[in-house]
């Protein structure tokens, strides 16, 4: 290493290391009650701030019991407090998901470093590239698809288990967190086209006759889908 350089990634102490003990029980405190997991993921679904009475309600629990689980997440450092101001009384707190994604494997995997390689590579080939890599998205879709799905919200059924949830706003297909959404900040037209393809390919493998672009992220978390459907006959 030159003298005076910056330090490379594997010469700076603790930055690739695997998760220690004390964050596996970060992990392991905030999920174990099932309570605190209906919360959490109920607020990563929403992506929207959201006040103590407003999650009791939405998970159903006691006002009490809500603001316990909320304060323990926060103290995990899972949440982020704020006050909603430009009300009369006092400001109520409001609670929000912390960036970034809930995980844990070990030793740590790199699978999205290795999908912003792969894909900021493959932007460099041009069209063709993102051809191909909606083209392989299709095929995925298609291996995963429902075959006679009523309507595109049902054949979406058929990719619910890779974690988004999508929702048919009219022509669009809205998943309101995309599961890709790391990788896609690195490379967007490449990620965006899998995405596109996968869903595609999903409502091909249904036997709906559908073709799938991306339109772009839709803030905090997700992402929206253009769906044509060819024009019928007079």
């Given at each position: ?25 970060r ?7 099932p309570?605190r997991?209906?919360?959490?993921l ?8 959201r006040?103590?009475d ?16 909320l ?10 407090k ?18 970034g994604?809930?995980?844990?494997s ?27 890599a909606?083209?392989?998205?299709v095929?995925?879709g298609?291996e ?18 890779l ?7 009219g ?15 690195e490379?967007?037209s ?17 036997g709906?006759?559908a ?10 978390h ?6 044509t ?6």
């Amino acid at each position: 290493m030159i003298e005076g350089s910056p330090p490379r990634p594997h010469q700076v102490e603790g930055l690739h290391e695997p998760p220690r003990s004390h964050e596996i029980e970060r992990l392991a405190s905030a999920l174990q009650d099932p309570t605190r997991r209906r919360i959490l993921l109920a607020l990563i679904r929403d992506g929207e701030p959201r006040t103590v009475d407003e999650l009791s309600e939405l998970v159903g629990v006691h006002r009490t019991v809500a603001f316990n689980h909320l304060e323990r997440l926060t103290d995990l450092e899972y949440l982020e407090k704020s006050q909603r101001r430009g009300r009369l009384g006092k400001p109520a707190s409001l609670y929000s998901v912390r960036l970034g994604v809930l995980s844990m494997s070990y030793p740590a995997r790199q699978f999205v470093a290795l999908a912003s390689i792969v894909a900021t590579g493959l932007i460099a080939l041009g069209d063709d590239a993102v051809a191909a890599a909606k083209d392989a998205g299709v095929r995925f879709g298609e291996e995963m698809a429902l075959p006679g799905a009523r309507s595109i919200a049902e054949a979406l059924l058929a990719v619910r288990w890779l974690g988004a949830d999508y929702d048919v706003d009219g022509a669009r297909i809205l998943a309101a967190n995309c599961i890709f959404l790391e990788a896609c900040n690195e490379a967007r037209s490449i990620v965006c086209g899998v995405h596109a393809g996968i869903l595609e390919g999903a409502l091909r493998g249904a036997g709906i006759a559908a073709t799938v672009e991306p339109q772009g992220p839709v803030p905090p978390h997700g992402c929206a889908y253009a769906v044509t459907r060819p024009k019928r006959a007079a």
